[in-house]
């Protein structure tokens, strides 16, 4: 089984137009809602490749409760989110069809508490060491109140219980 953490998780929202134009109101001619945040999308390609892969981060809200339906409908995707307090956040891509070129709005993610985290860490140590577990892949940003150096603690444990791990993300992480 592989793992993805997905520590800032997404409802990922797609706006098709037939031409976006500033200061202009659209008529949408297509919207797809979809679960997102770079590891859930490493999951579903890995699930789609044949591969089984346990999903964990954080979900909350009436977001995080829609991304966890969307994600019991794909298969060989295992949910193992940690529930949070505030909303999972959206991203919203609005496509020009004239064009093909896409504007992204990436809201911020939920609040983390301290609390959280250690449930989280739990988990997370849980699931790397479970049997089977062949390989971690830590992605995307971090959401407020996890601390700016969660990456290097979840890759520790990861090669402390000799799972070998892949890490994607961007800046001070």
């Known amino acids: 089984m592989m793992l993805t953490v997905t520590l800032n998780t997404a409802v990922d929202l797609t706006y098709r137009v037939p031409a976006l134009t500033p200061h202009a109101s659209h008529r949408v001619t297509d919207v797809r809602e979809r679960p997102g945040g770079k590891g859930v999308n490493v999951a579903r390609v890995l699930a789609a490749l044949g591969h089984d892969v346990t999903v964990t981060g954080f979900a909350g809200g009436d977001t995080g409760r829609s991304l966890r339906a969307h994600l019991a ?9 940690t529930p ?19 504007t992204q709005f990436n809201e911020p993610g939920p609040d983390i508490t ?39 603690l979840l890759v520790r444990v990861a090669r402390a219980a000799g799972v070998p791990v892949l890490l994607d993300t961007s800046g001070e992480p």
């Open 114 to 152: 301290p609390a959280e985290w250690a449930v989280f860490l739990d988990s997370y140590e849980d699931l790397v060491r479970a049997p089977g577990t062949t390989a971690v892949a830590l992605c995307g940003s971090l959401p407020p109140g996890v601390p700016v150096g969660a990456y290097a």
């Open 84 to 102: 949070a307090a505030t909303a999972t956040r959206r991203t919203l891509a609005v496509v020009d069809a004239s064009t093909g070129d896409t």
């Open 73 to 81: 409908a794909e298969p060989r995707i295992t949910d193992a989110l």
